[in-house]
């Protein structure tokens, strides 16, 4: 029986596997994560806005004579998403300050990168649990809420010139998850820990703003607002819905810049710590 010389074959994924490499780890992540009763009741928290906010839309609509409760309108959907950004900072903070720093105690990165994973997939598959988490309270309630608004209160929403809302409800937590998701990832690589990640991360998102709102009152000057990320998003949030805030008067542009920097900084910080080798100096 003859036998043939079969040299070394290096292993491939079926097709669609290349492209999603990242997906086993965003998914093991999540299970970690949700696995927790106490980070459970925190999502369960995080809708009771939504549970609010859809009964006073029932009552609304159904009584004009109760339109002190508020109007339905884009800005209803609005003033929901900014809400919503308080939970979203908890659910950043507690479901993704280990996401990182946890790999860099336990050695679990070198692991990662060791396999047919590069940069790119650990990253992506990192920022994945952040994102869905916080779209979990933002993109998913708000859709809901709008498609309740537009099924109650159809005379008032269903129409061409405001065919614009669901878009930017979209386009909105979007930027809301990916601007805490980013900043809560580099900050984790940062460090080891993941409590002192938490605290610098309250500091960072919290700390900011608090000095933003003292320079603001002592000076009045609507530039402050570039100080704090949780302003800008404040911003852009309301120039894309169209509310009007008398402390954040800035033009939406310098918010916008100043987030798409702050995304380009937590992303050059991911690129200098996530890598297969560990450098001790």
Do not use: K
């Given at each position: 029986m003859p036998i043939y010389e079969q040299s070394y074959r290096r292993w491939e994924a079926r097709g669609p596997l290349r492209e999603a490499r990242f997906l086993p780890i965003t998914?093991?992540?999540?299970?970690?994560?949700?696995?927790?009763?106490?980070?459970?009741l925190?999502?369960?928290?995080?809708?009771?806005?939504?549970?609010?906010?859809?009964?006073?839309?029932?009552?609304?609509?159904?009584?004009?004579?109760?339109?002190?409760?508020?109007?339905?309108?884009?800005?209803?959907?609005?003033?929901?998403?900014?809400?919503?950004?308080?939970?979203?900072?908890?659910?950043?903070?507690?479901?993704?300050?280990?996401l990182i720093a946890n790999d860099l105690r336990t050695g679990g990165i070198l692991v990662y990168l060791s396999r047919p994973l590069t940069r790119r997939d650990y990253v992506l598959g990192k920022i994945g649990v952040p994102v869905a988490l916080n779209l979990a309270v933002t993109l998913v309630p708000c859709l809901v809420l709008y498609a309740a608004a537009t099924s109650l209160a159809p005379d008032l929403l269903l129409k061409w010139s405001l065919m614009w809302v669901a878009p930017i409800?979209?386009?909105?937590?979007?930027?809301?998850?990916?601007?805490?998701?980013?900043?809560?990832?580099?900050?984790?690589?940062?460090?080891?820990?993941?409590?002192?990640?938490?605290?610098?991360?309250?500091?960072?998102?919290?700390?900011?703003e608090t000095l933003r709102l003292i320079a603001n009152n002592a000076f009045g000057r609507p530039e402050l607002a570039l100080l704090s990320l949780q302003a800008d998003v404040l911003a852009v949030g309301n120039a894309l819905f169209g509310i009007r805030d008398q402390q954040l008067t800035l033009f939406w542009a310098w918010p916008a810049l100043a987030?798409?920097?702050a995304c380009l900084g937590c992303l050059a910080v991911l690129r200098s710590r996530v890598r297969a080798v560990e450098v001790v100096r």
């Open positions: 998914r093991e992540a999540l299970r970690l994560i949700l696995s927790r009763r106490a980070f459970l925190l999502l369960i928290a995080a809708w009771i806005p939504f549970i609010v906010d859809m009964v006073r839309l029932y009552i609304v609509s159904r009584y004009p004579q109760a339109r002190g409760l508020g109007e339905i309108n884009p800005q209803f959907f609005g003033a929901f998403l900014n809400r919503q950004l308080g939970f979203v900072t908890l659910i950043s903070i507690f479901g993704g300050a280990g409800i979209v386009l909105h937590s979007l930027v809301i998850a990916l601007g805490v998701g980013l900043l809560v990832l580099a900050v984790s690589s940062v460090s080891r820990s993941a409590r002192v990640t938490g605290v610098a991360l309250i500091a960072l998102w919290v700390g900011l987030l798409v920097a």
